[in-house]
């Protein structure tokens, strides 16, 4: 094959993806004198990476299979910007071999390797047999071609429970499913197939032997056109939740140097057997003793900020410099280890509800400074809509510094300056996740989340006087700054009174919970809050997106957001929501019992698993809708008779639209 086709220097870029990945291969690339041009769905006219790029070109409607899915659309783009190259982030068709083979064919440079490299390594089942023939230590599995479901009943069986099913072209925990007996596979093969096809196009599946309490360490590499195969260390990616990763740190702080050798060498050798050209990573599963490997991602991975930081390498210009045919400029020896990075994917999720998807239009969005060894690569703005057609992820933060305890500190800190509204975010999770005292001593693996889920998802304490104060400080400075905005009238002033001392009666609940009072007093002389028997004295003084709160002598920093009568606050004691009971009534409020079997979110019915007249117990599955490339599945919330599904597969639904109706036992 003509080298001269496959790497040469180019002019412009397309990114064929979106979000995070695409504004972070837009600014390097610019960085870089490259002209960039983004591809968008309907769904994202607004969203940043478009507004980031030069140019850019709607692919068609939301759905990932008409735009972001859609190779001859992409083709097509390129064409009529004079696109010379495509990257393709990851995700959508990052590893797919006919993506990659149509923009060769099209005289487009694909960043990435080649159609041949991907196939063999990129196929969780071709990569098992050729590193089998390489010598690379394996998972006990099956990888073989016959798809039948007794061919890989068969397979199971031979293996031995527990097993993992494994979509062969997926990634991100997508088309998984973990089966720890015989009667579970079947349904499990399905759900999966059915996933993965609809992630990834491909429903072919893989499986091999579950280990229990595993740890992930995963190993970066890259190559060029001139022979050139270097490791970047490797990363450790344990702390996951459906086989999704959460939190991914570099160095592993699990591996001695021996071991973080062996294991780069394992690496360098697994990607030596095809050649390997462009940014990939080895993945391997490690039971505490042995690491085995279970496949090769032939892309980049959503965590390479982490090895950039620890290395002072920027993978995306060293994936720019191999496409235009360059060699890498270091060697092996000259890559070197400096300090530890660790990261956390901060998603639109909420946590509290088996992490059910937040859709949504993001009204507030404050994030800390990227200083002091924070890192921030984001792919939403304030005012962004987050839709229910994509992956939830909104950015990710990442926090370097000399030792491990450093930089989990720094991330922390930087997850609790963080205030996002609009929509819910696992954030506060992911802080109560880098203060575990476990997480700090590394003593986890993949289970951990998974065991530890009720501590980590614990309700927000009860406001106490320094969240009921900061509720009227913030009320209070709210109401000034519109009186500055207004007609600077006196009378619209808070706290001015011809004479006297004034009083104003405030009352909070949280949730449906019981109102508490508080009154302010003011007017003239320094103002007070009463609490019950408790008077404290009282000044605020307002500042970017929040403001300090001084009670009695103690000054506290206060983040707020005001929506309506719904207030946020973080204070030191956490994050609270509250809302602000309207002193003249008129309270009205939408009430959906737990009971309504509706769509959480818009979607489509993938499933229907139960039948009309059926008894069914509660918790009974009965049906399941894809949500942002997941599947959730609707159960029954109490026992009864299923008396009516109110939608078929296929369906695409809105949110709290009713689905099923279940008549109670006994009813």
């Excluded at 059915?194 to 309490?213: C, P, Q, S, T, W």
């Excluded at 059926?614 to 918790?619: H, I, N, R, S, V």
Aim: proline share 5%; hydrophobic share 40%; net charge negative.
């Amino acid at each position: 094959m003509d080298h001269s086709k496959l790497y040469r220097r180019f002019r412009t870029l397309l990114i064929a993806n979106r979000g995070e990945i695409a504004c972070r291969v837009i600014r390097t690339a610019r960085a870089m004198g490259l002209r960039t041009v983004a591809v968008y769905s309907e769904a994202d006219r607004d969203a940043m990476h478009v507004a980031l790029a030069d140019e850019a070109v709607l692919l068609g409607p939301a759905r990932a299979r008409d735009s972001y899915l859609n190779v001859e659309r992409l083709i097509e783009a390129a064409r009529k910007t004079g696109a010379e190259a495509v990257h393709p982030g990851y995700g959508f068709l990052s590893e797919n071999a006919e993506f990659a083979r149509a923009c060769f064919d099209a005289g487009l440079v694909f960043v990435g390797p080649t159609a041949g490299m991907m196939t063999a390594m990129g196929s969780k089942s071709g990569s098992k047999e050729l590193m089998e023939k390489a010598g690379v230590p394996l998972v006990p599995g099956y990888h073989g071609e016959a798809q039948d479901e007794a061919t890989l009943s068969k397979a199971a069986d031979k293996i031995g429970f527990p097993i993992l099913v494994k979509a062969s072209a997926g990634g991100g925990g997508r088309g998984m499913r973990i089966v720890r007996s015989a009667d579970e596979l079947s349904p499990a093969i399905v759900s999966a197939k059915r996933e993965a096809k609809a992630a990834f196009g491909d429903d072919r599946m893989l499986i091999e032997k579950y280990v229990d309490n595993p740890r992930h360490i995963e190993v970066q590499i890259i190559g060029d056109s001139h022979g050139n195969l270097l490791s970047l260390f490797e990363r450790e990616c344990t702390l996951q939740r459906r086989h999704q990763k959460v939190i991914e740190e570099a160095p592993s702080p699990t591996l001695n140097p021996a071991q973080r050798e062996a294991v780069c060498a394992a690496a360098r050798k697994a990607a030596g057997a095809v050649n390997y050209v462009g940014a990939g990573t080895i993945e391997f599963v490690s039971d505490g003793k042995d690491v085995f490997f279970i496949e090769m991602n032939t892309r980049l991975q959503v965590e390479h900020p982490v090895t950039e930081l620890i290395t002072g390498i920027d993978l995306v210009e060293w994936q720019l410099r191999v496409a235009f045919g360059e060699a890498l400029p270091l060697k092996q020896d000259e890559i070197k280890l400096n300090g530890h990075a660790v990261e956390a994917r901060v998603y639109a999720e909420n946590p509290t509800k088996n992490f059910m998807p937040s859709v949504g239009r993001i009204s507030t969005w404050r994030l800390p400074a990227e200083t002091g060894g924070l890192r921030i690569d984001a792919g939403y703005r304030e005012g962004d809509t987050v839709s229910p057609y994509y992956d939830a992820m909104l950015a990710k933060m990442i926090a370097w510094a000399p030792t491990r305890d450093v930089a989990i500190e720094r991330l922390n800190r930087g997850l609790e300056e963080s205030d996002v509204r609009g929509i819910v975010t696992n954030i506060p999770f992911l802080s109560a996740l880098m203060t575990h005292p476990k997480v700090r001593t590394n003593a986890i693996d993949t289970g951990f989340i998974e065991r530890e889920l009720a501590v980590l998802t614990q309700a927000a304490p009860a406001p106490g006087e320094l969240e009921l104060c900061a509720a009227v400080a913030a009320i209070v400075n709210d109401e000034r700054q519109a009186a500055q905005e207004g007609a600077n009238s006196p009378w619209q002033t808070f706290g001015w009174q011809p004479v006297g001392r004034r009083q104003r009666s405030f009352a909070f609940r949280v949730g449906h919970g019981p109102e508490q009072k508080i009154v302010l007093n003011y007017g003239s002389g320094p103002s007070t809050l009463v609490i019950g028997e408790r008077e404290l004295a009282f000044a605020t003084v307002a500042k970017d997106g929040g403001f300090d709160l001084t009670l009695d002598g103690v000054k506290s920093s206060v983040a707020a957001v005001i929506a309506g009568h719904e207030l946020y606050l973080r204070t030191r004691n956490g994050r609270f929501d509250l809302h602000w009971v309207d002193p003249f009534g008129g309270e009205s409020e939408e009430h959906i019992g737990e009971d309504k079997i509706a769509a959480p979110l818009p979607g489509t019915v993938v499933a229907v698993l139960a039948e009309e007249g059926a008894k069914l117990e509660k918790g009974a599955p009965i049906l399941t809708l894809e949500v942002m490339k997941m599947e959730q599945t609707l159960r029954a919330p109490y026992a009864g008779v299923l008396k009516s599904i109110k939608c078929k597969v296929g369906d695409i639904v809105q949110e709290g639209v009713e689905l099923a109706v279940v008549d109670p036992a006994g009813e």
